[in-house]
């Protein structure tokens, strides 16, 4: 019986055995020793990624995808939604910590080439102003106008790009007083142009049939010159001259206005208007540039009231198309946003 206890004590105590045991241990303590930190940057920030050049959103959600979209939401805030509308924001990086279930994401904006993009763009609208204002003088007025109506389309442009820079932590080439001193010089020199240019305007009565001139409408032609005037330019008409200057444009509107016939017992009246605006270049050369026409409808138990409610209408009418016209052709600034 002895022998057979002691096999089994050797077997116990064989190096295998003993060589088993330690490495186990080893393996324990190098999987204890190998679990790697918290990584720096969820403190916020990171010496990989420094705060003058990018912008660094760092979140912790139980849920992964979760803690990537604050991630993202986090950059977002700091540039005002600049990144958002610029693009760029990637995941540099995620970690969990499985004692806490905590999914952690660190989400990094590089906004030099934000910067520089919206620097070179800046410089490109600042250039196109300056030329515009340089020339007002060398030009021609209409030529000067179209140039001074491009360079004011840019302006809110040009504050969104300043706005940008400032939202990514940059510096605009222009602070707020130039900027806004920029903007007034531009006005005041579209102005000055706008006063030098004439434009006649006349209105006639029309044959609906032929579409023959008849009788002059004085009240409709100074609806048409209390509208130059109002938009900033010099009007004209046959029997008042407001200015030296040679004509630039001539405004010409016709309305016809006749009676329809409705049923007999019907107790209104029915008037039907037509207007025709013809604008013609008369420093480009004297060419008709555009005929804008309109008609409509005008009830009423009065004839009269009719009649005169559908005057007015075509009124209405000449005024905002020579205005619409105008806008379209670069000869006004463009309307300003909400």
Not at 288 to 309: D, F, I, K, M, N
Request: glycine share 6%.
């Amino acid at each position: 019986m002895r022998p057979a206890r002691r096999a089994r004590a050797l077997r116990f105590r064989s190096p295998v055995g003993l060589i088993l045991g330690a490495g186990l241990l080893l393996v324990f303590a190098a999987s204890c020793a190998s679990k790697p930190p918290p990584p720096d940057w969820l403190a916020g920030s990171s010496t990989r990624f420094p705060e003058d050049r990018f912008v660094v959103g760092v979140a912790a959600n139980a849920n992964a995808e979760a803690s990537v979209k604050l991630a993202f939401a986090s950059v977002s805030e700091q540039t005002k939604g600049e990144s958002e509308r610029t693009g760029g924001t990637r995941v540099e990086e995620t970690w969990f910590d499985a004692e806490s279930n905590t999914h952690w994401a660190l989400a990094v904006l590089d906004r030099q080439p934000v910067l520089d993009q919206a620097a070179q763009e800046l410089s490109a609208i600042d250039t196109q102003i300056a030329g515009a204002l340089a020339n007002v003088n060398a030009e021609a007025p209409e030529d000067a106008l179209r140039a001074l109506a491009a360079a004011t389309s840019r302006i809110p442009d040009r504050d969104m790009l300043r706005a940008r820079i400032v939202n990514l932590g940059g510096t605009p080439t222009r602070d707020d007083a130039s900027a806004v001193a920029q903007a007034q010089q531009i006005a005041r020199a579209f102005a000055d142009v706008k006063r030098q240019l004439r434009i006649e305007v006349s209105s006639f009565e029309m044959n609906a049939k032929t579409g023959e001139t008849g009788d002059p409408l004085a009240e409709n032609r100074r609806a048409l010159a209390q509208r130059v005037l109002a938009l900033g330019f010099t009007p004209d008409t046959a029997d008042v001259a407001w200015g030296s200057d040679p004509i630039w444009l001539r405004v010409e509107s016709k309305v016809a206005i006749e009676r329809l016939f409705l049923h007999p017992n019907d107790k209104l009246v029915a008037v039907h208007w037509d207007a025709a605006l013809e604008i013609t270049n008369v420093a480009g050369g004297g060419d008709v540039v555009a005929v804008l026409t309109q008609e409509g409808r005008a009830v009423h138990l009065s004839e009269q009231e009719a009649r005169r409610r559908a005057d007015a209408d075509a009124r209405d009418f000449a005024a905002a198309a020579l205005e619409q016209w105008l806008s379209e052709n670069g000869a006004l600034p463009p309307a300003a946003g909400p």
